[in-house]
């Protein structure tokens, strides 16, 4: 059984970074593409990066991009967010994600896709102030 726990979450003022980390266990990491969502208060829950499962390719939502930056690491088993220049808008519950998505021209719109993600963390909240 595929499990995945994130770690790294906190309070932090606007300006500042965090690095979020999700460590996966249950399966062949290498075989799935990983990705970050966020859930503030309410019931939708927003896309905001993922990783191929190479390292190769990353895709990022446009409120992050620049900002945000995920990698993997296949021999620890573990994804990773780094957070920089946060702002209070990105204080959310962050959520590591797997999903077996091929990484082909179509993985860039796929990867974005919720219903494309199988397991799912615990979440772990980040807290921006202004």
């Known amino acids: 059984q595929v499990q995945l726990v994130e770690s790294g979450g906190g309070s932090v003022q606007a300006g500042g970074s965090l690095r979020l980390s999700c460590e996966f266990s249950?399966?062949?990491?290498?075989?799935?593409?990983m990705a970050w969502f966020r859930q503030a208060p309410g019931p939708d829950r927003e896309f905001v990066a993922a990783?191929?499962?190479?390292?190769?390719?990353?895709r990022y939502a446009d409120s992050v991009k620049g900002r945000f930056f995920s990698s993997r690491d296949n021999a620890k088993n573990t994804v990773f967010l780094q957070m920089n220049s946060l702002k209070p808008e990105d204080t959310a519950v962050y959520y590591c994600?797997?999903?077996?998505?091929?990484?082909?021209?179509?993985?860039?719109?796929?990867?974005?896709?919720?219903?494309?993600?199988?397991?799912w963390g615990q979440g772990t909240q980040v807290t921006v102030s202004s």
């Open positions: 990783v191929s499962w190479s390292g190769g390719g990353t």
């Open positions: 994600a797997v999903g077996r998505i091929l990484y082909d021209m179509n993985w860039y719109i796929r990867s974005g896709e919720i219903n494309r993600y199988n397991y």
């Open positions: 249950g399966g062949t990491f290498n075989s799935y593409t």
